[in-house]
């Protein structure tokens, strides 16, 4: 019973962070990545002691960025909950890294993992709404699908490389605004 109100309560989060990228309209503001990392990096600091996994964080922006800050953070928190999330149970060597550098205009953030990893025949759909790719965890098929409208309204692109049992390695792209 526990597990299902979870999934139902991380379902209703998804649904509102959806209706919200649908009706918002962008707020444009500085942004500091380290600052917005901070908030995150003690989220996840629970999860990596909780599982044993080495989570590794690098920040390289010596230049303003300006974007919306709302749509930012959820790509942020949606691939960094997978990464966490999506990790192979078999191994000892559990690792996230978080890579976010900006450079010439844009912000090039990298989320890597070596957990279970994305069959190839799945990657060109794991961004269509309801899609999962995997059962191990619970999920409502609406992470990356937000994903993908935040980037839209940020103008930015996302790529993913995947090998199965290995991990995966979201490359995402933004330019500043």
Do not use: C, W
């Not at 444009?28 to 996840?44: A, L, N, Q, T």
């Not at 080495?54 to 390289?60: G, P, T, Y």
């Not at 300006?66 to 690792?95: E, G, W």
């Not at 890579?99 to 090039?108: L, P, S, Y």
């Amino acid at each position: 019973m526990e597990k299902s109100l979870k999934k139902l309560d991380t379902y209703i989060l998804s649904m509102h962070d959806y209706y919200s990228l649908q009706r918002g309209e962008l707020h444009i503001g500085e942004i500091e990545f380290k600052k917005i990392i901070d908030e995150f990096k003690d989220i996840y600091k629970v999860f990596a002691n909780t599982a044993n996994i080495d989570f590794k964080i690098d920040i390289n922006q010596r230049e303003p960025f300006r974007s919306d800050t709302v749509p930012l953070k959820l790509v942020l928190n949606n691939l960094l909950s997978n990464a966490f999330k999506y990790q192979s149970k078999n191994t000892d060597a559990k690792q996230v890294a978080l890579n976010i550098e900006v450079h010439k205009g844009v912000a090039t953030i990298t989320v890597s993992d070596t957990g279970i990893g994305i069959l190839g025949n799945h990657l060109g759909e794991i961004f269509n709404l309801f899609y999962r790719a995997s059962s191990q965890e619970s999920g409502s098929g609406f992470g990356l699908y937000n994903v993908k409208s935040a980037l839209l309204k940020l103008n930015g692109q996302i790529e993913v490389n995947s090998i199965l049992n290995k991990g995966t390695t979201f490359k995402v792209t933004i330019p500043t605004k």
